[in-house]
Nanobody, 125 residues
Framework: QVQLVESGGGLVQGGGSLRLSCAASGRTFGRSAYTYSMGWFRQAPGKEREFVAMISWSGATTYYAPSVKGRFTISRDNVENTVYLQMNSLNGDDTAVYYC??????????????WGQGTQVTVSS
């Protein structure tokens, strides 16, 4: 199966930036026969997990939630099997646990089969 490990979370002041990384490993990665779309989701305190961004295997297709479009950028490095989420102009509404996921893709949780453990992002005022 696929293992996903997020990193890069932490405490940042409002208006600041962070870059999250999601490293994928497992037998299905590094093989040309297997392709995955990758997504980022987040869950803020007291709220349900919500979609943030996704990217197709080739990187040709990206999709963002309206709340982060223009501020966040998703990218991937298939050689290193790593997906990134560059987050700029952070505000308090971005405080959440961020999860990466692999699967067929889309903006819904049902489109993903594998999930990371999450990394905390806290934006201070």
């Amino acid at each position: 199966q696929v293992q996903l490990v997020e990193s890069g979370g932490g405490l940042v002041q409002g208006g600041g930036s962070l870059r999250l990384s999601c490293a994928a490993s497992g037998r299905t990665f590094g093989r040309s026969a297997y392709t995955y779309s990758m997504g980022w989701f987040r869950q803020a305190p007291g709220k349900e997990r919500e979609f943030v961004a996704m990217i197709s295997w080739s990187g040709a297709t990206t999709y963002y939630a309206p709340s982060v479009k223009g501020r966040f950028t998703i990218s991937r490095d298939n050689v290193e099997n790593t997906v990134y989420l560059q987050m700029n102009s952070l505000n308090g509404d971005d405080t959440a646990v961020y999860y990466c996921a692999a699967g067929a893709g889309g903006s819904r949780e049902s489109g993903y089969d594998y999930w990371g453990q999450g990394t905390q992002v806290t934006v201070s005022s």
